[in-house]
């Protein structure tokens, strides 16, 4: 069974920085893209970032291009996202996904990062 | 970037009718169109890729339509389950997009 865990959420400081993981199981991990999605409260998902199976190639939407990196290390079947310059509108469940440039297969329950003062 | 436009916002339904959901892109996509089920509190379930192939495990009720810039979900009797919120999503091109939503409500 595919099991995405993410973690790392939490209060954090417009500017500030914060990293969220997500661990995976049940699939082999190194042979799949995966990706970040977001939904702030109330509203819709919004993709954030996406990842090459290797790790080599990466995509981001505009509104997090430069202040978000995503990384993978295959040897522990984990997704990163390094997120600086935090602003307010970041505030979101971000979760990952499995697939990417396909449809997203498999989710994880997501974690809420909220960006305030 | 291909913009996602879903219709309508909010669709009423009574259980055992069925439920049409329309999705537009911006520009075509060919069949690289997922559908996604979402219920408060949780995460979004697929239901729908190559715009009309069902995830595993998904019920027969639920069919999808469409290529290039149109796209139909269809659920043809609508159970108690089914009420929740239904995006769409392309996966044509970089960077990847939803659409806004549709909520399938009890009527």
């Known amino acids: 069974e595919v099991q995405l865990l993410e973690s790392g959420g939490g209060l954090v400081q417009p500017g500030r920085s914060l990293t969220l993981s997500c661990a995976a199981s049940?699939?082999?991990?190194?042979?799949?893209?995966m990706n970040w999605v977001r939904q702030a409260p109330g509203k819709g998902l919004e993709w954030v970032s996406g990842?090459?199976?290797?790790?080599?190639?990466?995509h981001y939407a505009d509104s997090v291009k430069g202040r978000f990196t995503i990384s993978r290390d295959n040897s522990k079947n984990t997704l990163h996202l390094q997120m600086n310059s935090l602003r307010i509108e970041d505030t979101a469940v971000y979760y990952c996904?499995?697939?990417?440039?396909?449809?997203?297969?498999?989710w994880g329950q997501g974690t809420l990062v909220t960006v305030s003062s | 970037e291909r913009v996602m436009t879903q219709s309508p916002a909010t669709l009423s339904v009574s259980p055992g009718e069925r439920a049409t959901l329309s999705c537009r892109a911006s520009?075509?996509?060919?069949?690289?169109l997922a559908w996604y089920q979402q219920k408060p509190g949780q995460a979004p379930r697929l239901l729908i890729y190559?715009?009309?192939t069902r995830a595993t495990g998904i019920p027969a009720r639920f069919s999808g339509s469409g290529s290039g810039t149109e796209f139909t979900l269809t659920i043809s009797s609508l159970q108690s389950a089914d009420f929740a919120l239904y995006y769409c999503?392309?996966?044509?091109?970089?960077?990847?997009?939803f659409g806004g939503g549709t909520k399938v409500e009890i009527k």
């Open positions: 996904a499995k697939g990417g440039g396909v449809a997203m297969t498999s």
């Open positions: 049940g699939f082999t991990f190194s042979s799949n893209a």
């Open positions: 990842i090459s199976e290797s790790g080599v190639t990466t």
């Open positions: 520009q075509s996509v060919s069949i690289h």
């Open positions: 190559g715009a009309s």
């Open positions: 999503q392309q996966y044509n091109d970089w960077p990847l997009t």
